[in-house]
């Protein structure tokens, strides 16, 4: 008998059934995210199939590569699906933010698509991204990037209001945490909120810890990743690994985010099979795409980098840029991605203690 295990049988019958429903309403629900499964191909039953299988909690189904993906009576099936397999599910789109003038339309139908996906599916949220890294948003300065995507967002509001359905904004490799609090705040905190990713922060040079500092009261769903962070001769590389084989202090993580965020499902989201990319921060070129960053935080993510090294377990590397990927490499990447998804879950239960259903 445990500590634990002690301390209740010693106590009344009716306050220990009080404390253990106190200690099971505390405990965090988890999930998988679809993506990181992306080289099997499976469509989303199998998807649902898999994660009841595991016995989590949710489902996020991200980039889904189902033949009947757009079709909206294929959205009210998943979600009768999710359901009936007792997933929670979340749900959304890419990016939000207009390239030119020409697309400001066209973006704002996509989200209102979006917004008609999530509610079918029954997910309370559609997440978005702004961009797909820093360096490929458009011309000008991130202000007025920050002003269209607010605008963006407001348009879809009366919508997502009668939808019940939050829009989620991934902080991507485009924006720094405070960055996308002033996005969030400029549209509408009401309606708009956070998908906290801790893989991309290390991407815009940031310690994930600063992003929870700033982006967790407003985190509407959080996404786990692991890196590995480390110092380079031009500044920094990073490469993202299984869950708790990089440099972030998970437990310290979540310890605060039990402390800032508000209820919410976390996803396990570890996207590996690529090649270490460098932060060039010590080149002044670089400094171009960031003329408002913050000093103290920048010392934070050296820091972070001081502590790292590179990823010394196998790896097989898929994601580069204008290759597809060789045949004779499919199976040994449908393998890695399933494996580490597979190792990522049990630290994330079995050290992070997070999840609700596996427990029984």
């Not at 009716?14 to 990181?36: F, K, M």
């Not at 099936?77 to 997933?87: I, Q």
């Not at 110092?231 to 590389?237: K, L, Y």
């Not at 990319?277 to 993510?301: H, N, Q, S």
């Amino acid at each position: 008998m445990n500590r634990r295990q002690f301390l209740l049988s010693s106590l009344g019958p009716v306050v220990a059934s009080d404390l253990l429903a106190v200690e099971q309403a505390a405990r965090i629900p988890i999930g998988l995210n679809t993506y990181c499964l992306r080289a099997m191909r499976w469509p989303d039953a199998q998807l649902i199939e898999y994660t009841s299988s595991q016995k989590l909690d949710a489902v996020f189904l991200q980039d889904s590569l189902d033949p009947d993906a757009t079709n909206a009576t294929h959205w009210r099936d998943v979600g009768r699906r999710a359901k009936a397999a007792g997933l929670r599910i979340e749900t959304g789109i890419g990016a939000i933010l207009p390239k030119t003038a020409a697309d400001f339309e066209p973006i704002v139908a996509s989200l209102r698509r979006g917004i008609e996906m999530a509610s079918a599916m029954g997910s309370p949220l559609c997440r978005c991204v702004l961009a797909a890294d820093r360096e490929h948003l458009p011309p000008g300065a991130v202000e007025r990037h920050i002003e269209t995507a607010a605008r963006v967002l407001k348009a879809v509001k009366p919508q997502a209001m009668d939808a019940a359905v939050k829009i989620a904004i991934e902080n991507h490799k485009d924006l720094q945490a405070w960055e996308m609090r002033e996005l969030i705040e400029a549209a509408g905190k009401d309606f708009t909120g956070s998908l906290l990713d801790t893989g991309n922060p290390v991407f815009v040079m940031e310690d994930p810890m600063t992003t929870l500092e700033v982006l967790g009261p407003y985190a509407l769903t959080v996404h786990l990743r692991d890196s590995a962070v480390y110092e380079h001769p031009r500044g920094a590389a990073v490469q993202w690994v299984p869950l708790g084989e990089g440099v972030v202090d998970f437990k310290k993580f979540v310890a605060r985010m039990r402390e800032l965020c508000p209820p919410v499902y976390v996803y396990i989201k570890p996207i590996t099979g690529r090649p270490p990319a460098v932060i060039p921060y010590l080149e002044p070129a670089f400094w171009e795409r960031y003329p408002r960053a913050r000093a103290a935080d920048l010392a934070r993510f050296v820091a972070l980098a001081k502590l790292g090294r590179p990823y010394e377990n196998h790896m097989v590397i898929e994601d580069l840029p204008g290759r597809k990927t060789p045949e004779a490499f499919v199976a040994a990447i449908q393998y890695q991605q399933r494996e580490h998804m597979e190792r990522s879950m049990e630290y994330a239960k079995k050290t992070l203690d997070l999840g609700v259903r596996w427990r029984a």
